[in-house]
């Protein structure tokens, strides 16, 4: 008996174990190609178990003798849940999910669904940019994502731009967003020129773009801590694909760039008459020999007495521009690999300037075993500029002399040779004659710079991963200026030459790990921890040299060197973080994010700083309550706060990175001491001067409804920057000769609401309208300032730099109250509401603020049967903006040329106008008609605008004729940019306007944009 219950009892265990230990294998395959899919995640449903395919796309599992569900599950593939039942043998084709890859959204240190994201991230396809005739992708997205303010900085080819994330947060600090291309946090101090505007992004050609992805809260920016308060915006170009087959792509486009609302100034004749006018008007008879208006300038009746000169049409052209592309891409399970090479040149809108630049990019990922992959992303650029000075009154800035210039003085005689300036022998320009100059002077900027990283990757288990990664951002930068003798005003130092060469290297590497689990079917967890480190180094020399016995000669060795100098300064950061992602059915979602940096710009008390976040989301559409309710696909609650940093401090003073400010500096002093030289403190440190930090909250909706038809997010912000870097006043008896110290003191606050709608409005018979519409509302307010007080006041000027309660960039001024009709003086309004003829400093106001309140973007594409027409509107509204060329354009004295409207001036008692009555030295009765003390109101005007910003009509040949040729496609297209602009802005580019609180000036010779036109073909094979 005893055996028998024990031969029973091995029988029991013996069935239990085979039913335990079953197994089910299969393979598999994309549906389309049939192609392998290794890493396919394959669940048993309502348990634990779970593995992913291997390279070949095969798995196998176990399960119970019962069978039960498979769940098979890929990033980009529709989702597969299959019943066992009795096989063993079980192979699934996935299909591709269209609308899944499309939310792919990259985040930090890797990549998530968008329906699993809790936090503020907006996104931009490659394909929205593609062939955008523009040499950055920051300028392509301009308009395109809610929260994201970018604007030109200038309309020069391969201008900077401005990029501000949820409005302007620091005041001494910088506010630009981080910026990640394929994992490399890029640099902005290198990779530009100093002879004309640059921006450092132009080493990354557009084309080659995969994706942007915009992290705006503090969820989604926290892993980056200290860097992460202004912004991350995250670049990810191409990569091959596992289809096997190469796709060779060719992009051809030529076009024009055209200047347009240039300023129309006066012509000969009105010229002179303006200049006879100012010497009546004090009581000096025109006609007086030698030093009358008819012979200096010509008499307005006779126009034999002066010879007429257009210096802005002889400054300006139509500038022509080309780009070419060819890219290759393809691979197999193994490997995959992009190769992308561009040429773009585009001439200036300034005789002689211009920008070129080749690029070249490798992308390659591969499988080395099983368990490891491989891959790297290698770019390398050359951009050359040869610049033009813009941005402030100067005398050799086309964008100021071209329109100031005297329209009697001709720049050449009749053989095409310079003439002098002035041609009459008086004082104006400093006798630079503007277009020798533009012709004459060299202006020369060459870069050579990668952004490359590799990677590799291990697989440890199913459900973990360990990543390492190194990037690095390497520029090499040379400018020439060259001033040579043939030049009047150089011709005294015999010619000048300064060459400046700069070397930054910036590199980042990191380490982590990543576990992604599932447990019984309904908990998802994520985690990452890692380690960072960071290290920047920027150095420079530069010589200069005058005296050349030639003109020809145009090396500083040529002539004698008038000055040597360099730079040299460098900061390291190290950090560790971690990050967890946890989602309960689908429905509830929670993250946490802590990171620990270290940084070696703050002092001894305080380098290191801990930065975090938390959000939860909820999705109310697969809650039973709602689905019943046909119109909602997707809807989901989300909410997060957290605290952020800002390591990328500036000087005050220059603007410069700031990466000694806590330490104590030391400079030369004059005088001796024994014999020797002296050396005295010229700056207190403080070694508690720490990070700028933003507190962060961000509520927000995501919805998609109508089978998809129309979706968009909603997000209610508000952001408390803290700790704002400022130069705190010190004790005068300090010893020192700066009586100030860099503390953390001073809050702003920025609030706002984003709003994303998009929409197919119409799908029907071939026919299809997509419209995506955003608009973000902003506000900017100073909350705190050093010490307590209200005001803080310039040190030189006495007018209100900031003030509590008003937006941290503002306008100070005096209000203009126009001309006075009886006899022609400018008046102003008082700080008791009367009229005077002077102002002061107490009877300014605030006048407004260059931060608009509100900006967006508007898309609308139709197409049918392969053609399509897109059409882009950029906007932005409640700003104001002071130009600065209208105190010499519209100045009513002087010898140089002024704008039409001038004629519209005050000439006797009853006229009503803006313009005052014309003196040489622009007085009445002793006093300025411009302003005494401060600034005024008359040249500020609201510099909102709405701009058609592209156009694009294009026609993608039928599939039938491709196939005949052995072509994939081919599409011809024609475009537009900046084609119309609706504004009140006084001023020719009411975007292009270099803010400046502390002159109160927007716009001084700025360039400003073009309007381009162009054609181009896409060719793939």
Partial sequence: MRKFLLTCFMLVLVLHAWAQDRTVSGTVTDDET?????????????????????????????????????VFTFIGMVKQEVPIGSRSVIDIQMATDVQQLSEVVVTGYGSQLKREITGSISSVKGDVIEDLPMQSFDRAIQGRVAGTQISAASGAPGGAMNIRIRGVGSINSSNDPLIIIDGVQVGTQGGGTTQGSSNPLNS??????ESIDILKDAS???????????????????TGSRKGKTQVNLSVQEGVVQPFNLYEVLDARDFTTFQAEQQTNVGIDPATPGTGAFALFGNPEDPSSYEEYDWVDNMFQDARFRTYDLSMSGGDEKTQFYFGGSYNKQEGQVIMSDFERFTGRLNLNHQATDKLTVGAKLSLAHNKTFGTIANGNFVNGPWVASFGAIPTSPATDANGDYNLYPTNGLSHLFGYNILQGVNEEVRLGRTLQTVSSANATYQILPSLSATGFIGIDFSMNRDDQQRPSTIPVFAAAGGSILVNNRRTINVNTNYNLNYSKIFADVHRVKGIVGYEYKFEEREGANLGANSFANPFFRLPGDGQPTSVGGFYDEYKRLGVFGKVDYDFDDRYLASVTVRRDGHSRFGSESKYGTFYAGSLGWRLSDEVFLQDVSFVDDLKLKASYGVLGNAELRDPEDGLPANYVPLTNWGGATGQYLGGSTVTITQLGNDFVQWEQEEAINIGIDYSLLNNRLFGNIDFWRTNNRDLLFAVPFFQNAGVGNNSIFDNVG???????????????????????????NISFLQNEVIELVGGQDTIFDADTGVPELIVGEPSDFFYFAESA????????QMFVNKDGN?????????????????????GGWSNTFSYKGLSLDVFFQYQYGNMAYNGDLYNLLGTGGVGNKRQDIMNRWQQPGDLTNYPQVTPNQTIAGVAQTSTNLVTDRFLSDASYIRLKTLTLSYDLPKSIMERVNMRQARVFVQGVNLLTWTEYDGIDPEVVANNNGTGESSFGAYPLGRQFSAGINIGL
């Fill in 220 to 238: 989604a920016s926290a892993i980056y801590g200290a860097q992460a308060a202004n912004g991350v915006v995250i670049v990810t170009t191409k």
């Fill in 204 to 209: 990354i050609n557009p084309n080659d773009i």
């Fill in 835 to 855: 009229l005077s003829y002077t102002e002061n400093f107490e009877d300014g106001y605030v006048a407004g603020s260059a931060i608009p309140t509100h900006f």
């Fill in 34 to 70: 049939g192609e392998a899919l290794p890493g396919v995640n394959v669940l048993l449903k309502g348990t634990g178990t779970g593995i992913t395919t291997n390279l070949d796309g095969n798995y196998k599992i176990s399960v119970p003798s019962g069978g039960g569900t498979l």
């Fill in 747 to 773: 809050a702003v606050r920025n609030q706002g609401i984003d709003i994303e709608i998009g929409g197919i409005v119409v799908d029907q018979g071939g026919f299809r309208f997509d419209s995506r519409f």
């Fill in 818 to 825: 126009g001309v006075n009709p009886a006899n022609g003086r």
